[in-house]
Structures are given as C-alpha cells and as structure tokens.
C-alpha cells in the first residue's frame, strides 16, 4: 500500500494506491451512501487498471503531526479513547468490520470542524498485518508526557490490554471508567486534606487568640522582632548586583583588546567550520507580520502561541500551518494541511511532503509573503 498527498485550491486529498483487496460488495455501497461521522469520506478512482481511494482531509490534521508538536497528555488521550468508541459504534451500526481500519498515527485524523477524530476505512483490509491497533498504541507510548503521571497510566494500560489479546469496544470504556474513578478519588482526598488544614490553622488562630495575655508594650516588641527576622531572611539582591557589576567590567575588559585591533581597520577570518547558518523570513507582505529568525528546529509556524515559535496575527493562517526543519543542513518546508495552503515560489504545496528550501525563495504563508534569507554567524 502507497500513500501519496495531493492539494488543490480547495481541497486536500490523501490519496491510497496499490489497497485493491477483495471485499464484500454490501461494504463498499454501506460507506459511500451513507455519512459516517467517524470514518473519512473517499471516491474511488481508477486509472491504468488500477484502483486508488482519494480521502478527503481537508482542514484536518494527522495524529502524527500533532504529536510531533507537544507531548500526549491525558487530556490527548481520553479524546483518542472517545474517538474509538464512536467509531466502534459505527462499525457495529453499519455492520462493518472494525479491522479494515487502518491505525497509524498518519491515516488517523482530527477533524476541527466536527471536534472529533476520524479514521481511514479500506475495504477488504482485515488480515493485512502491520495496520492493527497494537501500531496505534505503541507510537502512543514514544510520545508520552512523562510529567502528567495520569497520561503514563492510562498509556500502559491501554497497551498492556491489547498485548493480551483482541481490543474490544468494553476495553476503551474500561479503561475510561477505571481511571476516571481513580482521578475522583484522589481529588477527593486532596480536599479532605485541605479541609483538615483550614481546621488546624482555625484552631491555632483560636489559641493563640485565648492564650495571648501579653501587654500592649510586649505585643509591639513581639511584632518588631517579627519583622526583624523577616528581614533577616530576605535576599540581598543589592550584593547580586554588584557582582553583576564585576562581571561586566571585567567583560568590558577582555572585550577592549579586539575593540581596539578592530579600530585598527584589521579585518578578522573564520575558518567555514567556524561559522553556523542563520535562517531568517523576511516579512515582504504588507500586513502587521514581522519578520521570523529561525532559532530552533524544528520551526513551526502558525497562530496558536502554546504550540509554535513563529506566530503570526493574519486571521488566514492556521494555528499549526507550516514546519521548517533541517535535513542534512539543507532547510526543508512542509504544509500541516493547512487550511489556505503554503507557496514556495508560487507553487502550491501538498500537505505532508516536505521540499527543499534555498536563499532568495518566496513563500507564501496563506496570504503572507516571505522572503528566504541566510547569513553566515561565527558559532
């Protein structure tokens, strides 16, 4: 089975070539006269003798891509388990086999629109190794978000129960049901924890209240030793700064000498291996955008601030719309299914096909122009 992508104007199409497997001729007229909120909608194409599926995934965007950007939390996962489930009850709806499901993170989408995952159906798939949901899981484990200790639970017990034998649909709610009566329960006893506190700082409030029988004058002398101790404790942030002070006098310092061989009008070499690449986008466009200096890769692009480095104000744009990586130190450009496309000089880009970028390109993000620029830094 090859997967390729295409994009037009208006729609993105992932596109399923070489899958011509035998099925049941109720299964295929099941999936295209009816809308099934869970599975992807496709048309069937046939071109030299061969059959290929095209998948509609306009404005959605792979579980791996968005993996790739942030870690799998539990909230990521509860929404993963709720999305089985529905699909499930599809598959039993419409009498369809849940194995000609294909569970890789790349043939799995999210749809915005709808708020809920949507799955790739090939007819006559079941049986083919390499697709079962035992694939899902495990790339669920690589990207795990080790700090949320709820997320690393749920994880391996997800895992640990399909390496036992078939997933079913009472699994997912199993495992939903189970670790949702564990987070209530210690939210529960973090209250009752809470509460017990507020009635011991009550009642230390309450005997001091009682037990306090101090004059006027020994109260006062009580509260400026109080105060004493707590300025006592407090940093001196003024002995920090003059260590600060030390540090850039003695920088100035070391500095002077090639301040004044540079005044001399001597001019300095470095060596290639001495120098780093420094990527820039040059705003060209003439909106509110800024210009974007690649610091770090990979670099995401887009309007969701939680989520990437170069954010940009332009209602056009998606919240995760671009990826630039390095490849081999050469720049490298990939569209995240955007909503109104990336352009590299005045090429339409496919979504999930990274291409290769050089100095003086034009891209275009939605309605946003840049320009490629690269300037030579010593490391």
């Known amino acids: 089975m090859k997967i390729d992508y295409l994009r037009t104007a208006k729609k993105s199409f992932m596109i399923v070539k070489d899958a011509d497997y035998t099925y049941e001729h109720y299964e295929l007229q099941m999936i ?5 909120a869970s599975l992807l909608t496709f048309q069937i194409m046939v071109g030299d003798g061969a059959v290929e599926y095209w998948y509609d995934v306009t404005g959605m965007q792979s579980l791996d891509r968005q993996f790739s950007v942030r870690p799998v939390d539990e909230a990521e996962i509860r929404r993963l388990l709720g999305g089985l489930i529905d699909m499930k009850y599809d598959m039993d709806r419409y009498l369809l086999d849940d ?8 043939m799995i989408f999210y749809d915005r629109f709808l708020d809920k995952l949507r799955f790739c159906y090939i007819p006559g798939l079941s049986g083919q190794k390499g697709y079962e949901i035992r694939k899902l899981f495990e790339e669920l484990l690589q990207h795990l978000d080790h700090r949320d200790p709820l997320a690393v639970s749920i994880g391996y017990d997800l895992y640990e129960r399909c390496m036992a034998g078939e997933f079913a649909l009472e699994d997912c709610r199993e495992c939903l049901c189970r670790h949702s009566r564990e987070q209530r329960l210690e939210e529960e006893q973090e209250t009752d924890w809470k509460e017990v506190d507020r009635e011991e700082d009550e009642q230390d409030e309450k005997t001091e209240e009682e037990t306090d029988k101090r004059t006027p004058e020994r109260k006062w002398f009580h509260r400026k030793a109080k105060r004493q101790n707590k300025k006592q404790r407090r940093i001196h942030y003024s002995r920090f700064l003059d260590e600060e002070q030390e540090i850039s006098s003695t920088a100035e310092e070391i500095h002077a000498p090639e301040q004044e061989y540079e005044s001399k009008g001597y001019t300095q070499f470095f060596a290639p291996e001495e120098l780093m690449d420094i990527w820039e986008l040059i705003y060209k466009g003439e909106g509110m955008e800024k210009d974007l200096v690649l610091t770090e890769f990979p670099y995401y692009i887009g309007t969701d601030s939680t989520k990437v480095q170069g954010v940009m104000q332009s209602r056009c744009v998606s919240r ?25 000089n005045r090429h339409l880009l496919p979504m999930n096909t990274p291409t290769e970028v050089h100095p003086g390109d034009r891209i275009v993000i939605a309605t946003e122009e840049y320009m490629v620029h690269c300037r030579k830094r010593p490391k």
Do not use: C, P, Q
Request: net charge negative; glycine share 2%.
């Open 32 to 36: 295209l006269k009816n809308d099934i």
């Open 99 to 106: 194995r000609n499901i294909v569970f890789l993170t790349d």
């Open 320 to 344: 995760i719309h671009a990826r630039l990586f390095l490849e081999e130190n050469r720049l490298m450009l990939e569209d995240y299914n955007s909503t109104n496309g990336t352009w590299l």
